[in-house]
């Protein structure tokens, strides 16, 4: 499976964007996925993530009431919606998949766990 992140761009303060994370590959379904961000000057830190069934979510308390993670197994697609965004929201943005994981083990994934897409980056400006 390969992950492939698309969606982010520029938007004030208080919109929205909707990420994407389009996976390639027969075994889609058995993959918890997730999104993490990196900011400039600091850690990647865990957004929100996903079962592989679409039954269990689990966020980063900053992305709670805020972000709404979705999963469309039929288009092997993962979507990020994030409404009232924030300055602070900026960074670039990675979708993540990890077999057989549960959507709660993902919030502890390392960059050496499982699969990782290339970064796409959302600035928000105030």
């Known amino acids: 499976v390969q992950l492939q992140a698309s969606g982010g761009g520029l938007v004030q303060a208080g919109g929205s964007l909707r990420l994407s994370c389009a996976a390639s590959?027969?075994?889609?379904?058995?993959?918890?996925m997730g999104w993490f961000r990196q900011a400039p000057g600091k850690e990647r830190e865990f957004v929100a993530a996903?079962?592989?069934?679409?039954?269990?979510?689990y966020y980063a308390d900053f992305a709670k009431g805020r972000f709404t993670l979705s999963i469309d197994n039929a288009k092997d697609t993962v979507a990020l919606q994030m409404n009232s965004l924030k300055p602070e929201d900026t960074a670039i943005y990675y979708c993540?998949?990890?077999?057989?994981?549960?959507?709660?083990?993902?919030?502890?994934?390392?960059?050496?766990?499982?699969?990782w897409g290339q970064g796409t980056l959302v600035t928000v400006s105030s």
């Open positions: 993540a998949g990890r077999r057989w994981a549960t959507a709660q083990s993902m919030g502890v994934m390392t960059v050496n766990d499982g699969l």
């Open positions: 996903i079962s592989g069934s679409g039954g269990n979510t």
């Open positions: 590959g027969r075994t889609f379904g058995t993959y918890a």
